[in-house]
C-alpha cells in the first residue's frame, strides 16, 4: 500500500462510521458518503481513526504476469 493508504484518517466529532465487510459508510452533519472496499483491504477504527490495513503485501509485491513486453 502507498504512503498514503498508510496514514490514518482522524474522525471528527460527531461523525458516524460504519464498517461492513465490502462497503464503508461515514455520516455527519454535512451528509452521508459510502464507498466500496477492495477485496483484500480492511478499515478498523484505533483512538478515532480510521485504518487500512491490507490481508498480504507481499502479494502486492509479485511480479505482474499479464503484463507483456511491446517488443
Known amino acids: 500500500m ?3 493508504g498508510k496514514k490514518p484518517i482522524p474522525i471528527p466529532p460527531g461523525v458516524k462510521v460504519k464498517i461492513e465487510p465490502h462497503c ?3 455520516e455527519g452533519p ?3 458518503l ?3 472496499v ?3 483491504i480492511h478499515f ?3 483512538d478515532g481513526t480510521l485504518c487500512a ?3 498480504s503485501p507481499d502479494r ?3 511480479p505482474n504476469t499479464d503484463y507483456r513486453e511491446p517488443w
Do not use: H, I, N, Y
Request: with cysteine.
Open 60 to 62: 502486492l509485491l509479485q
Open 53 to 55: 490495513e491490507c490481508d
Open 30 to 32: 454535512k451528509g452521508k
Open 2 to 4: 502507498s504512503r498514503v
Open 44 to 46: 478498523e477504527m484505533k
Open 24 to 26: 464503508v459508510q461515514v
Open 38 to 40: 477492495p477485496a483484500g
Open 34 to 36: 459510502s464507498t466500496d
